[in-house]
């Protein structure tokens, strides 16, 4: 599986992003997704997964209640919409493929958000 986000860019604090996470494979639809972010000094976070399914979902209480992970199989792409972004938001966001939690199989080559007071 090979994975591309995207969607990231520059948005007041309060305003919204959707980052896409679209996949190559026929397998997609076997894998868990996680978005993460990795900030200026800080280390890689979890920020939201979601199951093979899409049936379950998983936040990080900083994105609970403002972020939503989705996924569509058939067009083999995972979303995550940020709505009443932060400046503490800014980070550059990863999306990965796991079938075990904890060993994360693919990566994506991250996006990068940033968020303006």
């Known amino acids: 599986v090979q994975l591309q986000a995207f969607g990231g860019g520059l948005v007041q604090a309060g305003g919204s992003l959707r980052l896409s996470c679209a996949a190559s494979?026929?397998?997609?639809?076997?894998?868990?997704i996680g978005w993460f972010r990795q900030a200026p000094g800080k280390e890689r976070e979890y920020v939201a997964g979601i199951s093979a399914s899409g049936f379950t979902t998983r936040y990080a209480a900083s994105a609970k209640g403002r972020f939503t992970i989705s996924r569509d199989n058939a067009k083999v792409t995972v979303y995550l919409q940020m709505n009443s972004l932060e400046p503490e938001d800014t980070a550059v966001y990863y999306c990965a493929a796991y079938k075990i939690v904890g060993e994360y199989d693919y990566w994506g080559q991250g996006t990068q958000v940033t968020v303006s007071s």
């Open positions: 494979g026929r397998t997609f639809s076997d894998y868990a």
